[in-house]
């Protein structure tokens, strides 16, 4: 009886998976290099029509943004942390997607506030709050607050009785850039007493909050902080409070490098809402997204004022610094990714600010080709915590104009 050839699939398999391997890497590529090409002549042309430094914010990746978050966390609506960037047009473009906004100030409160905010879209979310700022908050009817602590509630229940108010507790940041917890969270043990004593002193306690930490790339961070979260509302409920708010603060990481390791926000909130279904659907889920939303629209583009050579490499002085747009450097811990108009090999040189200050420097390492006197030089994700914490005209260096497109 004559043998059927024996067919062997798999031998094809691995030589498909190679080639989409291949093809997906060429996608991705390509859209790179679509992306670069489309910043690069948007760049060429707003430097006819303005001087150095600028700060591009794109109200598209704006939207984006707040797309990407309600597609992957869809029970949570965000209130966007005005303190990464407070720009008006920003505001404006959240306030038509229906953002609600967290505000750490009365000054805050008010900017929001005047450009169309509604007071039950507001959070005041600083846990230490002046007098006059809970005062602020009661004329202007913005209600939601959070505390820390005892002391901080006798202030709101003095001048604003009956506010709803929000537990802020500590939880771990580990692996994240900016460690919040070591100044702001009550101790989780806490909880409930605190809860208890909102209540006996004519407050609304409604719910609890935390932060996982600025760039928390740790989910860890997040679903252990939620699981936390469960147990006080549990606990809670066994002492006749009803507690319906979950805030899960911000922190939602974006890369600064292009291709950066470490970064995916899509997988990170199939994770955080799965996590969430411990809470009934009766519950009302928060965030503050600053950087997530703010971060990707922003494009800084500065140029080389001198050059010199030192220490074995090329030093490029530019016309904004630590001072200026490049501020989070020192205040956010934050590392940026230099690019430029100008192409060939790249060597590992020195960047600058313009101030007289020799702490005014941008990297020792940055890799780019050699450049001369007026080339730009620009970085992406740079939209939040940057011209917000500028210091304005030190050394009569001015922050960057920001161009809305």
Not at 56 to 65: H, N, V
Not at 112 to 127: C, E, Q, Y
Not at 327 to 348: M, N, P
Request: with cysteine; proline share 5%.
């Amino acid at each position: 009886m004559p043998t059927q050839p024996i067919e062997e699939p798999s031998r094809a398999k691995p030589l498909r998976s190679k080639r989409a391997v291949v093809a997906g890497r060429v996608l991705v590529n390509a859209l790179r290099a679509g992306e670069v090409n489309g910043i690069e002549a948007l760049i060429r042309a707003k430097m006819k029509q303005n001087h150095t430094p600028f700060m591009i914010i794109r109200k598209s990746q704006l939207i984006k943004q707040y797309r990407r978050f309600r597609k992957g966390l869809p029970r949570v609506e965000p209130f966007y942390a005005i303190k990464a960037n407070p720009h008006p047009q920003i505001i404006k473009t959240l306030l038509e997607q229906n953002c609600g906004f967290d505000v750490a100030s009365a000054g805050e409160m008010r900017h929001v506030l005047s450009l169309g905010a509604k007071p039950d879209k507001i959070i005041f979310a600083n846990t230490i709050k002046s007098a006059e700022d809970i005062i602020a908050a009661r004329r202007a009817r913005v209600r939601m607050m959070t505390f820390d602590n005892e002391s901080e509630l006798y202030k709101i229940s003095e001048h604003y009785p009956g506010a709803h108010v929000v537990l802020r507790i500590k939880v771990d940041n580990d692996l994240s850039v900016v460690k919040l917890s070591m100044k702001f969270g009550a101790d989780p043990e806490m909880a409930v007493p605190l809860i208890r004593k909102a209540k006996s002193l004519g407050l609304k306690p409604v719910g609890v909050s935390f932060h996982a930490g600025s760039q928390s790339k740790n989910i860890e961070n997040y679903l252990q902080a939620i699981e936390l979260t469960a147990n006080i509302f549990a606990q809670a409920e066994e002492q006749g409070i009803s507690l319906n708010v979950v805030d899960v603060g911000g922190g939602f990481p974006i890369p600064h490098f292009d291709g950066e390791i470490g970064i995916n926000f899509e997988r990170m909130a199939q994770q955080i809402h799965k996590q969430l279904r411990v809470f009934d659907e009766n519950t009302t889920i928060m965030a503050e997204p600053g950087r997530f939303f703010a971060g990707p629209a922003g494009i800084l583009v500065t140029q080389v004022v001198g050059r010199a050579f030192r220490n074995n490499r090329n030093y490029y002085y530019l016309n904004d610094g630590v001072y200026q747009d490049f501020s989070g450097i020192v205040f956010d811990q934050c590392k940026y990714e230099f690019k430029t108009l100008r192409r060939g090999k790249k060597f590992l040189s020195a960047l600058a600010g313009p101030t007289c200050d020799s702490f005014d420097t941008l990297a020792l390492d940055a890799e780019i080709p050699e450049l001369y006197v007026n080339d730009v030089v620009y970085v992406k994700n740079i939209g939040a915590y940057s011209s917000a914490s500028a210091v304005a005209n030190f050394n009569g260096f001015a922050p960057a104009k920001i161009i809305i497109v």
